[in-house]
């Protein structure tokens, strides 16, 4: 199937950037939907990859293969399955196909890729579709980071564990504007 999207060709294109410098490639997203469509995509063009999500099993031997075998090259993670004790270190390109309202759970699925002490950069690609609700969410997120930078001076993740009630409900706003529920 032909997903016509501009935040589709970007990937393919990010995807064959790292591939063609010799960098692995770690891809997060909270849909398991959009999860198949990657993993499809890497399978249709032969591109060798791991992936974990809620179900895996077996998380050991995924990370493993992604740490260890130059033939994968892509790491695909739901956001959720991302947590505590994920290596991802073998990677060096991360994208969050998708935002998720809370950016601590962002960065905390980015960190799985950095590594206190490594000392090569990683770039990190985060994807938001124009004149969506995702660029609504971004905005909401950039606000209240640069809010909480201007406050305290410095990036304090744990500071920005939750939405507030107001942040909420100017969401829904937003969304009821969008779809006309309102």
Same mark, same amino acid.
């Given at each position: 199937?032909?997903?016509?999207?501009?935040?589709?060709?970007?990937?393919?294109?990010?995807?064959?950037?790292?591939? $063609? %410098?010799?960098?692995?490639?770690? *891809? @997060?997203?909270?849909?398991?939907?959009?999860?198949?469509?990657?993993?499809? #995509?890497? &399978?249709?063009?032969?591109?060798?990859?791991?992936?974990?999500?809620? %179900?895996?099993?077996?998380?050991?031997?995924?990370? $493993?293969? @992604?740490?260890?075998?130059?033939?994968? $090259?892509? @790491? *695909?993670?739901?956001?959720?399955?991302?947590?505590?004790?994920?290596?991802?270190?073998?990677?060096?390109?991360?994208?969050?196909?998708?935002? +998720? +309202?809370?950016?601590?759970?962002?960065?905390?699925?980015?960190?799985? *890729?950095?590594?206190?002490?490594?000392?090569?950069?990683?770039?990190?690609?985060?994807?938001?579709?124009?004149?969506?609700?995702?660029?609504?969410?971004?905005?909401?997120?950039?606000?209240?980071?640069?809010?909480?930078?201007?406050?305290?001076? #410095?990036?304090?993740?744990?500071?920005?564990?939750?939405?507030?009630?107001?942040?909420?409900? &100017?969401? @829904?706003?937003?969304?009821?504007? $969008?779809?006309?529920?309102?």
């Amino acid at each position: 199937a032909k997903h016509q999207s501009g935040k589709w060709d970007l990937f393919v294109e990010l995807l064959q950037e790292a591939r $063609e %410098s010799g960098q692995k490639l770690v *891809v @997060f997203t909270q849909f398991l939907d959009m999860m198949t469509i990657i993993e499809n #995509y890497l &399978n249709d063009n032969h591109i060798g990859y791991a992936s974990i999500r809620g %179900s895996t099993s077996d998380r050991r031997k995924q990370l $493993e293969t @992604f740490r260890s075998d130059p033939k994968c $090259e892509v @790491f *695909v993670a739901s956001l959720k399955a991302a947590g505590t004790g994920i290596d991802l270190t073998a990677g060096s390109v991360v994208i969050h196909y998708d935002r +998720w +309202w809370n950016p601590a759970k962002e960065n905390q699925a980015t960190d799985r *890729v950095h590594r206190i002490g490594q000392n090569r950069g990683v770039q990190v690609f985060k994807m938001v579709t124009k004149g969506t609700i995702e660029e609504h969410i971004h905005q909401l997120i950039q606000k209240k980071e640069n809010l909480l930078q201007g406050i305290i001076g #410095y990036d304090d993740q744990d500071q920005i564990k939750h939405l507030d009630r107001d942040d909420l409900i &100017n969401l @829904f706003n937003q969304l009821n504007q $969008e779809f006309g529920t309102g």
